[in-house]
């Protein structure tokens, strides 16, 4: 069969180029097109090919790539259409990535523990396919802005991968819509969707917790005791509120997902990612809502969710300060609002301020602010944190920052540091003192996952803890307000201040 590699190259926009087309050898043709393009079918339909989607941007400082470069490109199956190849072309990675929609069945059975609102219990041991093969058909569209390929599973299962032109990260969008899930055959569904990956994970995978520090989690194990595996599939399942990703750690290579809502996710085979998208169950699981999560909704036909994936191929020396700076834009995205207007755009700015910031300058890259809110007049509740963790570079190191000229609506008159619950100061408080014990193997297993006879761990005594003294990091120094985080930290601060 004929072969054609469609190559949507989208350059950045203050290049205009024109779109050429040139033959390769083994009749592979090769289409170019920049932002000057005009002439190009953009509702291209293409089908029994392999086709491939590719963008491009300017890299944000402070990392060294150049200016002006392809970033992202996807491969997709003509046969499947689904997605075939992910590269980073700044990077140089190239992995086979196969993203799919599957779907569990659930034990439904009184005299067994059934899949509910609350516990996953799937009947077998692997998932279905949405359909035979597991295959889309597939439209491209091509815009100013951004370039689409849309996939149709069923009729309940589409979705729509976008790369954007402008867009400063190196990442692939994923839009799924689900539902309602057909119970036709009277059978409930706990739909997932799965990327599998060519990378050697050695069965380990990281989860974010409430969307700060990564957890390393590791199949059918647990860092603390001995586990007796009853559950090999829902037994490794863990919450995932903002991101999961896997590491090649040979390759240098981490794959990595951030979601839109908290999901379940799991790593059931090496070099996979597996993200709970969407369940509707026909039996209840008897832990207390008495009653099958079977949703109507409004239709009276079952619920239909819109869902977002965002999916990152990098190093994994890059890849912290992409998800963890992505996931905040993901999570504190704007709200959008509108009303009518009978004005242009250009009067209503003359009349209105459409742009302010409350900040002089920007941040620094580690910090955001957690909570600014009003305490009582003229004073404000602060509390700022260090996002990055100690082993992620290049952010991981200590940030200082001076409250005195950092707002534009007020000064800054006095700081005092609280405690995180801001319901007293942190000067004040006395720790409770406590003799601990640690068992050495539950140390050594979350280090090494080796397991240790049972008779070999020993409790080793450790000395009373007592009330440490500050530490100079924690001090509010001098006329300018300034503070330092670490990081991970989370400082809270009651700050007076006069309006201008």
Not at 257 to 276: F, H, I, K, P, Y
Request: proline share 5%.
């Amino acid at each position: 069969m004929t072969r054609v590699l469609l190559s949507l190259a989208m350059l950045f926009r203050a290049v205009q180029l024109t779109s050429t087309l040139s033959t390769f050898p083994y009749r592979w043709a090769y289409l170019l097109l920049g932002s000057g393009h005009t002439s190009y079918d953009r509702h291209l339909q293409v089908r029994g090919t392999t086709y491939m989607a590719s963008s491009c941007d300017l890299w944000p400082h402070p990392l060294n790539y150049s200016s002006l470069v392809q970033v992202v490109a996807l491969t997709f199956d003509g046969t499947t259409g689904r997605l075939k190849i992910m590269s980073n072309l700044v990077s140089g990675i190239v992995t086979s990535v196969d993203q799919q929609f599957l779907w569990w069945k659930p034990i439904c059975n009184k005299g067994i523990q059934s899949s509910g609102a609350y516990i996953m219990s799937p009947a077998l041991s692997y998932p279905y396919p949405i359909n035979d093969g597991n295959t889309a058909s597939v439209t491209i569209v091509e815009g100013n802005e951004v370039i689409e390929v849309r996939q149709i599973f069923e009729n309940w299962v589409t979705q729509t991968i976008r790369l954007y032109k402008s867009y400063k990260w190196p990442m692939a969008e994923f839009e799924f819509t689900i539902g309602p899930i057909p119970i036709s055959d009277s059978i409930g569904k706990e739909v997932v969707s799965r990327f599998t990956t060519n990378l050697t994970t050695n069965h380990v995978w990281y989860t974010d917790a409430n969307g700060r520090e990564m957890q390393k989690r590791v199949k059918n194990y647990r860092p603390t005791w001995s586990l007796d595996v009853t559950e090999p599939v829902a037994g490794n399942y863990y919450p995932v509120d903002s991101r999961i990703y896997i590491k090649d750690e040979a390759k240098q290579v981490q794959f990595t997902v951030l979601t839109d809502r908290a999901q379940g996710g799991t790593s059931l085979n090496d070099g996979e990612v597996e993200l709970m998208a969407h369940r509707r169950l026909l039996c209840d699981d008897w832990r207390g809502v008495d009653e099958p999560l079977n949703e109507l909704g409004t239709t009276g036909e079952g619920l239909k969710i819109i869902g977002r994936h965002l999916v990152l191929l990098d190093t994994i020396g890059n890849s912290p300060s992409l998800h963890r700076l992505l996931a905040k834009t993901i999570m504190l995205g704007p709200m959008y609002a509108f009303t009518p207007s009978t004005q242009s755009f250009s009067d209503y700015a003359k009349s209105y301020n459409t742009m302010y910031s409350g900040l002089v300058q920007g941040l620094p890259p580690q910090l955001h602010i957690l909570t600014l809110q009003l305490a009582k007049p003229n004073t404000l509740l602060l509390r700022l944190e260090h996002q990055f963790q100690a082993d992620e570079p290049p952010y991981n190191q200590s940030v200082t920052i001076s409250f005195s000229n950092m707002f534009t609506g007020f000064s800054v008159v006095s700081v005092t540091e609280l405690v995180l619950g801001s319901n007293e100061n942190i000067d004040s408080v006395q720790r409770l003192q406590w003799n601990v014990e640690e068992d050495t193997c539950s140390r050594a297993r979350s280090q090494t996952h080796v397991k240790k006879p049972l008779h070999a761990c020993r409790p080793q005594q450790h000395s009373i803890r007592t009330n440490p003294t500050k530490s100079s990091h924690l001090r509010i120094r001098g006329p300018r307000f300034a503070v330092q985080l670490k990081p991970m930290e989370i400082r809270t601060f009651e700050v007076q201040v006069k309006y201008y």
